[in-house]
């Protein structure tokens, strides 16, 4: 490696205090997990499913509407009985609806959040859409840098099934009480680029809401509904789109440590658990054992898992899978 040198004393030479840091941090990074993906590929189910394997680990939210509390239904938020007792860090934490959190925001609290989950001896998973946050603590803050070895895991579904799988998903949530969930956050005068109310879900249902207060008539109700719900589907598409053009900029950068894993058989056959479980789960748990223990002299974490129980993650039965996130 070159090094530069900083100054000289007493005819001894000195590295710069950012080199002499990476010396020290170079054989022992801590090894840290993050999950991608367009929204609706199932990132959060992957995430839980690989916790309960890798026991202990903890899973780190980089989902940036999700970190407000409220409007669970409209961002998706993952529910405690979908959480399995998987902890979580960095879910519904922020009280002020109006704050503008960021990547800057997360890079502070995300750190916070593995350096704690490091220090129980646990094994740090970041999961979440919000791809811009995970660029800005991987490739731009140097602490993160510094002390962390990542392996990125990718969930990828083509998009035409993913497509149709978030419009079936919208479809769900408002069965799911989406527009009563919104109606309590509505303003009038709200600031729809400040917020939680950034959230798709949000916007969209303005007209619709505006109508029911001036207490409109049932027809226009019910076309400013329809059309609301219309936008969402469009809206949630076009994010999966943008997001998924933003992984593969980024996969120019880690081509080494990201590994892609297709999950369109396990969206096209939701009944079969078989497709998620060999083609998604059993294959993580593969790329992570290597990850995790490629370098003997790395920590290990206590009770993460071991040849044999990879071998036994790969023959056993399949558990239920939940509705994708």
């Known amino acids: 490696m070159n090094i530069s040198i900083a100054s000289s004393v007493a005819g001894k030479q000195e590295m710069p205090l950012v080199l ?46 999700q970190v407000y509390k409220g409007l669970d239904i409209t961002t998706n938020k993952v529910t405690e009985q979908e959480c399995d007792g998987v902890p979580h860090h960095l879910l519904g934490t922020i009280d002020n609806p109006n704050y503008n959190f960021n990547a800057n925001d997360f890079c502070r609290h995300a750190t916070s959040a593995i350096d704690s989950i490091i220090q129980r001896d646990g094994l740090p998973i970041i999961a979440g859409g919000s791809n811009s946050c995970i660029d800005a603590l991987v490739n731009h803050h140097t602490e993160f840098k510094l002390k962390y070895e990542c392996c990125f895991l990718w969930v990828d579904v083509s998009l035409p099934v993913l497509h149709s799988s978030l419009q079936t998903r919208v479809d769900r949530m408002i069965e799911a009480g989406q527009v009563n969930e919104v109606r309590e956050f509505f303003d009038p005068r709200a600031d729809y680029t400040r917020g939680i109310r950034r959230a798709i879900g949000v916007p969209e249902f303005h007209d619709f809401l505006k109508a029911e207060a001036s207490e409109a008539d049932e027809r226009t109700k019910k076309k400013l509904l329809e059309a609301a719900i219309a936008r969402i589907k469009i809206n949630n598409c076009t994010l999966a789109n943008r997001q998924l053009q933003k992984i593969h900029r980024l996969y120019g950068l880690w081509k ?44 290990v974490h206590a009770g993460i898992v071991s040849p044999k129980d990879v071998i036994a993650a790969v023959s056993a039965p399949p558990v239920a899978m939940a509705a994708t996130r």
């Open 20 to 65: 002499r840091m990476e010396s020290l941090f170079m054989h022992r990074k801590e090894k840290v997990v993050v999950i991608m993906g367009a929204t609706g590929t199932g990132k959060t189910k992957l995430a839980i499913d690989l916790a309960k394997h890798l026991e202990p680990a903890e899973i780190v939210n980089s989902d940036k509407m």
């Open 256 to 299: 080494r440590s990201m590994h892609r894993l297709d999950a369109t058989e396990a969206f096209l056959n939701r009944r079969c658990e078989d497709a998620w479980h060999d083609r998604v789960l059993a294959k993580s748990l593969i790329i992570l054992h290597k990850f995790l223990y490629e370098d003997k002299k790395t920590h």
